[in-house]
């Protein structure tokens, strides 16, 4: 089992744009040459519990409509169980396995062990939740989906200095136009 941080970044380094929009990932993924391999698929089939921020639980709930169709949640994430990490009150989404969080990672990352049946934990993000499991030696690996895009500006993949030391590159793959990097964080 291992904790990983997956996630889709600009080749400068963002995961959301200075709106917090992920458009510019659905604009850089329908572009260019298109690939059968879904490695999120591969991916999630391995994903026993997963946690995100605040930010991300909201743009997914507006972005994918999922107050008003809650079974394209279960459609993507089956019953596998999920933390958000919030300071304010979230709406919930019917039928879906969320707990709502704040504070220390460590007891979250504690529960999400104990309810992933032995299969990985998945950060889904933002960068400052993964920094916070990244400051308590919680993350094992980085998964990054590297579009063929700049932002410029927005939220950084992982506001954290993390040095050559602890990344090790284990694997990189071409999809599409994406490079998929892997890199074990010791």
Do not use: C
């Not at 929009?21 to 490695?39: I, K």
């Not at 994903?47 to 809650?70: Q, R």
């Not at 927005?154 to 694997?171: C, D, V, Y």
């Amino acid at each position: 089992m291992a904790t990983q941080y997956y996630t889709a970044t600009s080749i400068d380094g963002y995961i959301a744009d200075a709106d917090n929009s992920l458009d510019w990932l659905f604009e850089a993924d329908s572009a260019g040459e298109r690939s059968d391999e879904n490695p999120f698929g591969a991916f999630f089939a391995e994903v026993g519990a997963f946690a995100m921020g605040a930010t991300t639980y909201e743009w997914v709930l507006e972005h994918e409509g999922l107050l008003g169709e809650p079974l394209k949640w279960q459609n993507y994430y089956g019953d596998t169980p999920s933390w958000v990490f919030t300071h304010r009150e979230l709406p919930r989404i019917p039928g879906a396995t969320i707990t709502f969080v704040r504070g220390d990672v460590r007891p979250v990352h504690e529960a999400m062990t104990a309810a992933a049946g032995g299969k990985n934990l998945w950060v889904v993000g933002g960068g400052e939740l993964a920094g916070a499991f990244a400051d308590a030696g919680l993350i094992d690996e980085l998964i990054l989906g590297v579009a063929p895009v700049t932002l410029g500006a927005g939220a950084p993949l992982l506001p954290r200095k993390l040095t050559a030391a602890r990344l090790r590159l284990t694997s990189l793959q071409q999809v599409g136009q994406f490079a998929y990097l892997r890199y074990a964080v010791s």
